[in-house]
């Protein structure tokens, strides 16, 4: 994440539990948002398409690694 949107911060700055975006966040935007879903889509094939759900996915470190494991785990179902 920080390679690919080309943050000023090290991984070790980002807090698991963090939000991505908002107040008290990395202070990521829109645009770092649609960098992040087709990153994930790229390296994961883990596709959002539904704002409310990207809203959720990509909230933190944690949320998005819950949803990669979980599409994980439904395509190896």
Known sequence: MVENLMLQVTPEEIGDS???FG???????SVDALQLV?????????KIAD??????????VDTMAAAVAAHKKSAAA
């Open 18 to 20: 963090q939000p991505l």
């Open 23 to 29: 107040p008290g966040s990395v202070g990521l935007d």
């Open 38 to 46: 087709v990153a994930l889509d790229k390296a994961y094939g883990l």
């Open 51 to 60: 704002s409310d759900i990207a809203k959720k996915t990509l909230f933190s």
